[in-house]
T-cell receptor, first 115, second 115 residues
Framework: AQKVTQAQTEISVVEKEDVTLDCVYE???????LFWYKQPPSGELVFLIR??????QNEISGRYSWNFQKSTSSFNFTITASQVVDSAVYFC????????????FGQGTTLQVKP | DTEVTQTPKHLVMGMTNKKSLKCEQH?????MYWYKQKAKKPPELMFV???????INESVPSRFSPECPNSSLLNLHLHALQPEDSALYLC??????????????FGNGTRLTVT
């Protein structure tokens, strides 16, 4: 069965610190996609990144980087030099059974960045 | 700016009222979704429309009635709701429900309070 685990419920850091959000997944599909979404207090879920199961290259986008490791079924997200605007709930998600658009979300990690 | 527009942003309704939530996208996406999100929880899928046909109903009570008038619009008709239905209702769209992991684009949501 599909499952996504975000073990960190809440993380609090001081501005400019680096922070890593963990995501571990389970799936029986050989082809699947993983996503990270950001949900600021305004409520909208903002798409950050998609990674398919055949591409294990790490990705960097500005202060954001993602580490996908199939061997450990993990897709971790690092924010470098965090800023107050990074404060939000971050969700890791996995495509549903049969690689459909029915996303399986983790429970989310609330990140608070203090000035 | 979000490319998925939801109205209204806030809605307060009594248990005997009938109201509708509206969602619009102009990205040419052929799959549209309704999600429900309770506080401090991940979004839960309610309905999926694929090419204007209802593809998925996640055993949602009949007091929630979705409608997809055309490929750009998605409505959620509400009738005889209960206080426990109070939540953030999120609309999303993607290129295809069974596509290669096309990311979901979410709207800002409608914060619904049932009194």
């Amino acid at each position: 069965a599909q499952k996504v685990t975000q073990a960190q419920t809440e993380i609090s850091v001081v501005e400019k610190e680096d922070v890593t959000l963990d995501c571990v997944y389970e799936t029986r599909d050989t082809t699947y996609y993983l996503f990270w979404y950001k949900q600021p207090p305004s409520g909208e879920l903002v798409f950050l990144i998609r990674r398919n199961s055949f591409d294990e290259q790490n990705e960097i986008s500005g202060r954001y980087s993602w580490n996908f490791q199939k061997s450990t079924s993990s897709f971790n997200f690092t924010i470098t030099a965090s800023q107050v605007v990074d404060s939000a709930v971050y969700f890791c998600a996995l495509t549903g059974p049969g690689n459909t658009g029915k996303l399986i979300f983790g429970q989310g990690t609330t990140l608070q960045v203090k000035p | 700016d979000t490319e998925v527009t939801q109205t209204p942003k806030h809605l307060v309704m009594g248990m005997t009222n009938k109201k509708s939530l509206k969602c619009e996208q102009h990205m040419g996406h052929r799959a549209m979704y309704w999600y429900k999100q309770k506080a401090k929880k991940p979004p839960e899928l309610m309905f999926v429309y694929s090419y204007e046909k209802l593809s998925i109903n996640e055993s949602v009570p009949s007091r929630f009635s979705p409608e997809c008038p055309n490929s750009s619009l998605l409505n959620l008709h509400l009738h005889a709701l209960q206080p426990e239905d109070s939540a953030l209702y999120l609309c999303a769209s993607s290129q295809d429900y069974r596509g290669p992991g096309s990311p979901l684009h979410f709207g800002n949501g409608t914060r619904l309070t049932v009194t």
